[in-house]
């Protein structure tokens, strides 16, 4: 039999949780930026792989607008299967015309430009998420915040898929390896659909809406609870 954790202080919670939802807003801000250097990045070198990447923080970012919305009604859990539900279809929508224009990028031997600001772009996500997701690791496992823990896995998910995009575009760029680009995409992709299928099952772990609202049903469980 294993014994709980100790709960931390009033005080220390209330500190624990205003880090989290700084640490989960500098994320989203960092997503959106992502999003738009990405998307016009991609779309000047013709990188399938750098638009999706774009693509795919940008629905991170319209993720948590989402909650932010859905908490604003009266009857925040009523809106919760439909919110995910709209999620997953963006997630699958996004599979579909990455895995598309890599396909095409494949078989039509697509030129994929050099691109200076994507490396840069992805490199830098390859640094910074980590941090970010360390970060909320550690102030998620002090509160006992099993959903503030997911999200620093998926933070730390989005770091393997930057890297995926940077040795794609690295090895277009320095050794001439034209597919390699199409094939990051390809991660994209994959990435995307798993993404979608947790969402459209109600996985509260699946994306940054289903960690937002498993961690509003746990405050209110506490609140309950005290």
Request: some cysteine; charged content about 20%; proline content about 2%.
């Amino acid at each position: 039999m294993t014994t709980a954790a100790p709960r931390p202080a009033v005080d220390r919670r209330d500190t624990l949780h205003r880090r989290i939802r700084w640490i989960v807003a500098a994320t989203i801000a960092y997503n959106l930026i992502e999003a738009i250097v990405a998307i016009t990045a991609g779309t000047i070198a013709s990188s399938s792989a750098l638009i999706g990447f774009g693509l795919d923080s940008t629905i991170e970012v319209l993720s948590a607008a989402a909650v932010a919305w859905q908490f604003t009604r009266r009857d925040p859990e009523r809106w919760e299967k439909g919110t995910l539900r709209v999620i997953a279809v963006a997630f699958f929508a996004l599979a579909a015309y990455v895995t598309a224009t890599s396909v095409i990028a494949l078989v039509g031997r697509a030129d994929v430009q050099h691109s200076t600001i994507g490396m840069v772009l992805t490199a830098l996500s390859v640094v910074i998420m980590p941090f970010l997701s360390l970060t909320e690791r550690r102030a998620g496992r002090e509160l006992g915040s099993a959903t503030a823990v997911a999200d620093s896995r998926q933070t730390l998910l989005c770091t393997y898929l930057s890297a995926a995009v940077l040795i794609g575009l690295v090895l277009n760029s320095m050794l001439g390896w034209w597919w390699a680009d199409a094939v990051a995409g390809l991660v994209i992709a994959a990435f995307a659909i798993r993404e979608g299928i947790e969402a459209w099952r109600g996985d509260a772990c699946a994306t940054s809406a289903g960690m937002l609202l498993e961690q509003e049903h746990n405050d209110h469980g506490d609140e309950h609870r005290d």
